[in-house]
């Protein structure tokens, strides 16, 4: 294993990679400079969680690197952790359905050296859904510590690095498993018929076509035997909270989810996708916004699209509706059927 | 005796006299209401735009939530159900028609639209998945799923004695099913909607190239028979065909009249719709869309629905008793 780079930073590596003169142009008109990407990561505002590189106490907090292991090797924040991401996905069947697997989340922890009252930031290369699913890992197993992402990911890191990889110390991970932050198949089927009405909000995180259904759309899931959404559920594509590397602007993302979608800051929501990475994302979003209660369906559609035939009639399947609030991309797969009794 | 007609861009159903057409009323029931079924003087409303039907009794509405999207057609059981696809979804909800309460869900094929009953099983077809689901309400059960095609888009059913018609919209094609088979389909006129059973016969009008096929019940689907099927170049754009009397008549959506599906004569198998010695077609105030017959069959009730209207027609009289407009697209009246 290569040794971190003690004398390395980000700037440095940079000037290397680009010409001595990337390193020097720090002020000049027109050009920008690591120093800036890291200031403009700066969050302003009440805003949970995502917090710009100047924003971290460097000496109290641990970092976590969200990236694939071929990034983090040729670099890394300096004393960074690798996440195992896979096993940070790892999940258990209860008689409710698919629930995190604690035990198996806490086990990953411990083995990348995260103790519960660590102070954690959470990076990646960019503030996606890698990133989330640790944060939501952490906050789902009742950290004590802090916990931060790291705005612009890690092309906001001005500060010192290291490369390739070593191994850290594990700890016994003792987890206080927080099980409002999920919800279950059968929390799920008990409320049909009441998401986004008079019930708990409901938001469906995957592209447009893979909500709706759209026949021979690329979007669809081959494994899910059936295509559509959670009856109910609103459609805000997650990869709209994102502005390149950053977090989108505060004021546009509650504007959306708070307004334009109609979920209440006060109540329940329930955010899904696919698998349980995705979702993440969006339920970090609402919860750096200042949404009280936003919980993950941990089993996904995958799993809800799955359930025996005979129980199908607990779990319907909706493909209409006209709540798509996030609509890039086009629905493909051709004719959508329609949806009226003219025919 | 009144009309009630479900108006799917105003949210109420019209009750109109039935004797004039004066409005007795409207009732305010929800999104999108396209369909009726009275069971016992219950008025039950598909409001395809909520995750409930709603229910006029009594002076009051009800609501029964089936949790699923699209509420959009009725069938009613010996048992005392009544049964409602949920079209936005992949649904046929089963709702205790005395108790007004959900009884059971039943998942059948995405996007359910029409339902039948036949020896007491439902038969639900899938505008998305090719298939009939055969479904026994009593149970919550699924009996059999027949697969129709995978890109057949399954509009209207219909229940007779010897088995349930299932139209094919896309492919243009009529299937007869039972619980334990698929028994054949045979060609019917372009864009079809509904089939509907007409003495021994069942009806298929075809809305993309001016059609009506007739297909024997006699024979097996499929079979081909001296004059079976018959198609009838009828004109226009046939919306669906109303019998009264036992005589088929048919609707039109472009053109101002309700005119007799008439006999032979018939040239290379097709038949002209002239009118025929004892029926004549009806001149009306606007095109029709969809009807019902009265019970005694004196007069159907047309709706206009492009016209905002609804009319009172008596077919044997050859005239319009009355004619009632009525809020935005007026969908099919129902006797109550």
């Known amino acids: ?343 | 005796m009144l009309v009630a007609v479900p108006c799917s861009d105003d949210d109420c159903v019209l009750l109109l006299d039935a004797a004039d057409g004066t409005e007795r009323g409207r009732v305010a029931v929800g999104d999108h209401p396209v369909h009726l079924a009275v069971v016992d003087s219950r008025v039950f409303v598909a409001t395809m735009g909520d995750r409930a039907v709603s229910v006029v009794a009594d002076g009051a509405v009800r609501r029964v939530e089936t949790g699923v999207l699209g509420p959009s057609h009725f069938a009613t059981t010996d048992a005392g159900d009544v049964l409602v696809p949920c079209t936005g979804g992949d649904a046929l909800a089963v709702v205790d028609a005395e108790r007004l309460t959900l009884r059971a869900r039943v998942g059948v094929g995405a996007e359910p639209h029409d339902v039948a009953v036949r020896d007491g099983l439902a038969y639900v077809g899938s505008r998305a998945d090719g298939v009939v689901t055969v479904v026994d309400p009593t149970t919550g059960t699924v009996e059999a799923t027949h697969d129709l095609g995978s890109d057949a888009r399954i509009q209207g059913v219909e229940a007779t004695d010897e088995g349930v018609y299932a139209v094919d919209q896309r492919n243009a094609r009529l299937f007869r099913v039972t619980a334990g088979s698929v028994e054949g389909s045979v060609p019917v006129g372009a864009n079809p909607y509904d089939a509907v059973v007409a003495d021994a016969r069942v009806l298929v009008a075809g809305r993309g190239d001016a059609t009506v096929t007739a297909v024997s019940r006699r024979r097996a689907v499929g079979a081909v028979g001296d004059g079976d099927p018959r198609v009838y170049d009828v004109g226009g754009r046939p919306s669906g065909v109303v019998v009264a009397n036992g005589d088929a008549w048919v609707l039109d959506r472009e053109r101002s009249h309700v005119a007799p599906l008439a006999d032979p004569p018939a040239t290379d198998g097709r038949a002209g719709a002239g009118a025929s010695p004892t029926r004549r077609r009806v001149e009306l105030p606007h095109p029709t869309f969809a009807a019902e017959t009265a019970p005694d069959d004196a007069v159907v009730y047309v709706s206009h629905y492009d016209d905002a209207a609804v009319s009172a027609v008596d077919l044997e009289a050859g005239r319009v008793v009355w004619t009632a407009e009525t809020p935005a697209h007026p969908f099919e009246p129902a006797v109550v």
């Open chain 1, 1 to 343: 294993m290569t040794e971190e780079g003690p004398d390395l930073t980000r700037r440095s590596l940079l000037a290397a990679a680009a010409g001595a003169g990337v390193a020097g142009t720090a002020g000049c008109s027109g050009v920008t400079t690591p120093s800036d990407v890291a200031a403009a990561a700066s969050i302003e505002g009440n805003v949970g969680y995502v917090r710009g590189p100047a924003q971290i106490d460097l000496q109290e907090s641990t970092f976590v690197d969200a990236r694939p292991m071929a990034q983090y090797r040729a670099e890394h924040v300096y004393g960074a952790r690798h996440a195992p991401i896979g096993a940070l996905e790892t999940q258990q069947t209860s008689g409710d359905g698919v629930v995190p697997d604690t035990e198996g989340l806490a086990s990953a922890l411990g083995s990348i050296g995260i103790a519960p009252d660590d102070d954690v930031v959470v990076y990646g290369s960019s503030v996606g859904s890698r990133v989330s699913r640790v944060v939501f890992a952490l906050e789902y197993l009742g950290h004590e510590g802090e916990i931060a992402a790291l705005n612009g990911g890690y092309d906001a890191w001005s500060g010192r690095v290291g490369v390739g990889s070593r191994s850290h110390a594990s700890v016994d991970y003792d987890p206080a498993p927080r099980h409002d932050c999920v919800v279950s198949r059968e929390w799920l089927a008990d409320r049909v018929g009441r998401f986004n009405g008079d019930g708990p909000g409901l938001v469906d995180v995957r592209p447009p076509e893979a909500y709706l259904g759209a026949r021979r759309a690329d979007a669809l899931v081959a494994s899910n035997a059936r295509h559509g959404h959670l009856p109910g559920a609103i459609n805000v594509r997650w990869t709209g909270n994102v502005d390149g590397r950053a977090i989108a602007a505060p004021a546009t993302l509650a504007e959306l989810y708070f307004s334009r979608a109609g979920l209440r800051q006060s109540g329940t929501v329930v955010v899904y996708g696919q698998g349980n990475v995705d979702p993440t994302n969006t339920w970090l979003v609402l919860r750096a916004l200042g949404a009280d209660d936003v919980r993950l369906y941990e089993g996904g559609f995958g799993e809800w699209a799955t359930v025996d035939a005979d129980r199908r009639g607990r779990f319907p399947v909706e493909t209409k509706t006209s709540t798509v609030i996030e609509t890039s991309g086009s629905i493909g797969g051709g004719d959508d059927g329609g949806f009226s009794c003219t025919g």
